[in-house]
């Protein structure tokens, strides 16, 4: 199977806001949740403790082997619903497969591997449609619920927040640097194990303690993420790189130049709206736009919160999560980045 | 003058040509890099400027050549004044470790121990081979505390690619759990196994 880019395989994301932009959404008092803020999700209101959460994400493989493969477009997938403070529910498969070019045990090896990633998230696959594509292309429409005045949005951030961050960074470069032959195995294995894990116990977490804001990180890298995220609050979010984690040689990686194109898009998006300290270490900073594929959550937690939500986070399998950052009132620029 | 050809390249393979070719070449130098793909293009003129480099570019039927020049250190110098952070070098990883075994080096004057190993954590920092991993018991462990002189430096160290363990009941100990924000808490069992499969252990 030939390998390409996961989530850095989106449409760049200036071009894509302007594109929006132009298609405006129905007006309608049951939207909760629409494009305007470019969150992760939309919410749709059906009645007054019930609301859908929908969502839809596809990519071509990230990884040579398709059962793998198929787990980690599940797991991105399914993730928009937990970012959103919902449960995942049922899940329609969307193909494109070269039935005449590829060997049909990769179909369905894929596809086994997005129904075991949806089984352990609780999700049934109930349909779904394929076409004849080359390269193959695989993900999930995912449909969730949740309470509506229990959803989880990037528009909650608060003066005072932390940043929580519950995957390590660096899949984009990892999964570059494997292209052309510059990572070893474990490193790559490091990787595919964190794009397979499910959002799902940091999502738990994040209802136990009435979290209100939070995103998942995919292709617009953490910077981008987090500037519509700040965009969405109206304040400032602060992040400093040296706090985040990374996964295994990546910054040795970036340090070689090793840095996807996608990073630059990510870049020239954020650019207008980002103030880089002074100093900025230059591979720290490319990494918060490296694109991850089924990245960790981002949460904003009270800071009275930030240590028992930490404690939890690491003892429900995540132990990379961090502090990474903090929340400001607006001050000139949304997004600020140091470390 | 020196020419990488980076024609029928993908990205990031001409980036990563023209990173090491900067490496290479001694300040005030030049070098030429061919590339006939735009968005590799664009991704090296936007790292070349980002990292306040001069650069030309000329372009000749879909070929476009860089000539770059490596600025002498006084220019770089000036632009970086006022920086404050430390440069991370690119360094190659051993297969030996370092074991803390107190926040001292040393045994002797507490005081003394306490310098010489800020001034080891610091030299550490500047070999040429790094060690693949540093182990911190008993106090050890302190060491790696947010509020320890050292943190910093040991945050360096990691970002370069050392992996630090932290003996877990050590840090339960000394009531450290909230301050140990770097590496990773580790059992009795990964500890011996790290120091029973090192080449050579470093004890300061």
Request: charged share 20%; aromatic share 6%; net charge negative.
């Given at each position: 199977?030939?390998?390409?880019?996961?989530?850095?395989?989106?449409i760049?994301?200036?071009?894509?806001?302007?594109?929006?932009?132009?298609?405006?959404?129905?007006e309608?008092?049951?939207?909760?949740?629409?494009?305007?803020?470019?969150?992760?999700?939309?919410?749709?209101?059906?009645?007054?403790?019930?609301a859908?959460?929908?969502?839809?994400?596809?990519?071509?493989?990230v990884?040579?082997?398709?059962?793998?493969?198929?787990?980690?477009?599940?797991?991105?997938?399914?993730?928009?619903?937990?970012?959103m403070?919902?449960?995942?529910?049922i899940?329609l498969?969307?193909?494109?497969?070269?039935?005449a070019?590829?060997?049909?045990?990769?179909?369905?090896?894929?596809?086994?591997?997005?129904?075991?990633?949806?089984?352990?998230a609780?999700?049934k696959?109930?349909?779904?449609?394929?076409?004849?594509?080359?390269?193959?292309?695989?993900?999930l429409?995912?449909?969730?619920?949740?309470?509506?005045?229990?959803?989880?949005?990037?528009?909650?951030?608060?003066?005072?927040?932390?940043?929580?961050?519950?995957k390590?960074?660096?899949m984009?470069?990892?999964?570059?640097g494997?292209r052309?032959?510059?990572?070893?195995?474990?490193?790559?294995?490091?990787?595919?194990k964190?794009?397979?894990?499910?959002?799902k116990?940091?999502?738990?977490?994040?209802?136990k303690?009435g979290?209100?804001?939070?995103?998942?990180?995919?292709g617009f890298?953490?910077a981008?993420?987090v500037?519509?995220?700040?965009?969405a609050?109206?304040?400032?979010?602060h992040?400093n790189?040296?706090?985040?984690?990374?996964?295994?040689?990546?910054?040795?990686?970036?340090?070689q130049g090793?840095?996807?194109?996608?990073?630059?898009?990510n870049?020239?998006?954020?650019?207008?709206?980002?103030?880089?300290?002074?100093?900025?270490?230059?591979?720290?900073?490319?990494?918060?736009?490296?694109?991850?594929?089924?990245?960790?959550?981002?949460m904003?937690?009270?800071?009275n919160?930030t240590?028992?939500?930490?404690?939890?986070?690491?003892?429900?399998g995540?132990?990379d999560?961090?502090?990474?950052?903090?929340?400001?009132?607006?001050?000139?620029?949304?997004l600020?980045?140091?470390? | 003058?020196?020419t990488?050809?980076t024609?029928?390249q993908?990205?990031?393979?001409?980036?990563?040509?023209?990173?090491?070719?900067?490496?290479e070449?001694?300040?005030?130098e030049?070098?030429?890099?061919?590339?006939?793909?735009?968005?590799?293009?664009?991704?090296?003129?936007?790292f070349?400027?980002?990292?306040?480099t001069?650069?030309?570019?000329?372009e000749?039927n879909?070929v476009w050549?860089?000539?770059?020049?490596?600025?002498?250190?006084?220019?770089?110098?000036?632009?970086?004044?006022?920086?404050?952070?430390?440069?991370?070098?690119?360094?190659?990883?051993?297969d030996?470790?370092?074991?803390?075994?107190?926040?001292?080096m040393?045994?002797g004057?507490?005081e003394?121990?306490?310098?010489?190993?800020?001034?080891?954590?610091?030299?550490?920092?500047?070999?040429?081979?790094?060690?693949s991993?540093?182990?911190f018991?008993?106090s050890?462990?302190?060491l790696?505390?947010?509020?320890?002189?050292?943190?910093?430096?040991?945050?360096?160290i990691?970002k370069?690619?050392?992996e630090l363990?932290?003996?877990?009941?050590c840090?339960?100990?000394?009531s450290l759990?909230?301050?140990?924000?770097?590496?990773?808490?580790s059992?009795?069992y990964?500890?011996?196994?790290?120091m029973?499969?090192?080449?050579?252990?470093?004890?300061?």
């Open positions: 199977m030939v390998e390409a880019g996961g989530c850095s395989a989106k760049p994301p200036k071009q894509l806001e302007e594109i929006l932009r132009m298609i405006p959404v129905p309608d008092p049951d939207i909760l949740v629409g494009t305007e803020t470019h969150d992760d999700a939309g919410v749709y209101r059906i009645s007054n403790d019930l859908m959460v929908v969502t839809t994400d596809f990519f071509p493989p990884c040579s082997d398709p059962y793998e493969f198929g787990q980690i477009a599940a797991a991105n997938a399914i993730s928009d619903v937990y970012a403070g919902g449960t995942p529910v899940a498969n969307i193909v494109m497969f070269p039935a070019r590829l060997p049909i045990e990769v179909y369905s090896d894929i596809l086994r591997g997005g129904s075991d990633k949806a089984a352990e609780g999700v696959i109930i349909g779904g449609h394929t076409i004849d594509d080359f390269p193959p292309k695989y993900g429409a995912v449909v969730g619920y949740v309470h509506p005045e229990k959803i989880i949005t990037n528009a909650g951030a608060r003066p005072g927040d932390t940043l929580i961050l519950t390590p960074l660096g984009g470069i990892i999964l570059a494997q052309l032959g510059l990572t070893d195995h474990d490193e790559v294995s490091e990787v595919k964190y794009m397979m894990l499910l959002n116990n940091g999502a738990e977490i994040m209802k303690h979290i209100l804001c939070a995103t998942d990180i995919t890298g953490l981008g993420h500037l519509k995220m700040a965009k609050s109206g304040v400032s979010l992040l790189m040296a706090l985040v984690p990374l996964i295994g040689n990546a910054y040795r990686l970036a340090d090793c840095l996807p194109g996608v990073s630059f898009r870049l020239e998006f954020a650019d207008p709206d980002t103030q880089f300290a002074n100093g900025l270490d230059y591979n720290l900073k490319m990494i918060a736009f490296d694109a991850q594929t089924s990245g960790g959550l981002l904003c937690v009270p800071e919160k240590e028992s939500v930490l404690s939890d986070l690491h003892k429900a995540l132990p999560s961090a502090v990474i950052g903090n929340v400001s009132e607006k001050v000139d620029k949304y600020m980045i140091s470390n | 003058m020196r990488i050809d024609r029928g993908q990205c990031p393979a001409p980036l990563i040509e023209t990173r090491r070719a900067l490496k070449t001694r300040t005030g030049s070098f030429k890099v061919l590339t006939d793909n735009r968005n590799s293009l664009n991704n090296i003129t936007r070349l400027k980002d990292n306040m001069e650069f030309t570019v000329d000749s879909g050549t860089l000539t770059i020049i490596k600025k002498t250190a006084e220019m770089i110098q000036q632009n970086t004044d006022e920086y404050c952070t430390v440069e991370i070098p690119h360094l190659t990883k051993s030996f470790i370092v074991a803390f075994t107190s926040d001292k040393g045994r004057d507490d003394l121990g306490n310098l010489l190993m800020i001034n080891f954590i610091k030299a550490v920092k500047d070999l040429e081979v790094l060690p991993r540093m182990v018991y008993n050890g462990v302190k790696g505390s947010s509020d320890s002189p050292l943190f910093e430096h040991l945050q360096i990691e370069m690619g050392v363990l932290f003996c877990a009941t840090v339960n100990y000394y759990e909230d301050k140990i924000k770097i590496g990773t808490l059992n009795m990964e500890i011996v196994q790290t029973a499969s090192a080449s050579n252990i470093v004890k300061p």
